[in-house]
């Protein structure tokens, strides 16, 4: 499965969307970007994902490039409860490994 | 979204005796599950790919012997930890994939402190 890429870390003000990028220019064409996020001593949280279009739901959006080599997640009115570690991956399908990197650190601000 | 439980949710155990984990998927069910170890600080490392009525798939460096699975239903996955030791302290998290999605659904993950 191809590598991503993120930031280490970025805040954000509350009420204020979060945009978090990520990297995944080796991508393959039949690979999916899985967005998790993952909260203090909790399990991963699926957010979102995604193949070649835009997707959005409740949660958030996802904008992938289309050339497919980035992505951003989109987190349109951030809280405090979405102060997170957020995992971009990218993988096959669901019954394909998924490879954690260290991901983004967000902070949200009051 | 689809809800995968773990139990228990935090377990202190002695040196050298035995532990249990269980991961269920509640609201569907899930022909393949995953099993993961974080260690503080570090990020989700996967451990094994376990497959309902067949044996799991271990990842490069990690015991099967040590670590026992079985995948006896669609429902449910369990992870034994033998003999532990203070080492194999750490945050044991199961995945599960629901049927005809593409999306693998994580439980709320297991503390396991040997000591």
């Known amino acids: 499965d191809a590598k991503t890429t993120q930031p280490p870390s970025m805040d954000c003000a509350e009420g204020r969307a979060a945009n978090l990028p990520c990297n995944h220019s080796t991508i393959s064409g039949n690979e999916y970007v899985y967005w998790y996020r993952q909260i203090h001593s909790q399990g991963p949280q699926y957010i979102i994902h995604?193949?070649?279009n835009n997707e959005t739901n409740e949660m958030a959006s996802l904008i992938i490039t289309e050339d497919r080599k980035s992505s951003t997640l989109i987190l349109p009115h951030a809280t405090l409860r979405d102060t997170a570690v957020y995992y971009c991956?990218?993988?096959?399908?669901?019954?394909?490994?998924?490879?954690f990197g260290k991901g983004i650190t967000l902070s949200v601000r009051p | 979204g689809a809800v995968v439980s773990q139990h228990p949710s935090r377990v202190i155990c002695k040196s050298g005796t035995s532990v249990k984990i269980e991961c269920r998927s509640l609201d569907f069910q899930a022909t393949t599950m995953f099993w993961y170890r974080q260690f503080p600080k570090q990020s989700l490392m996967l451990m094994a790919t376990?497959?309902?009525?067949?044996?799991?798939?271990?990842e490069q460096g990690v015991e099967k012997d040590k670590f026992l699975i079985n995948h006896a239903s669609l429902t449910l996955s369990t992870l034994t930890v033998t003999s532990a030791h203070p080492e194999d302290s750490s945050f044991y998290i199961c995945?599960?994939?629901?049927?005809?999605?593409?999306?693998?659904?994580f439980g709320p993950g297991t503390r396991l402190l040997v000591l």
């Open positions: 995604g193949l070649k």
């Open positions: 376990s497959n309902e009525g067949s044996k799991a798939t271990y």
């Open positions: 995945s599960a994939r629901a049927l005809q999605k593409e999306t693998q659904y």
């Open positions: 991956i990218v993988a096959t399908g669901a019954n394909s490994k998924l490879t």
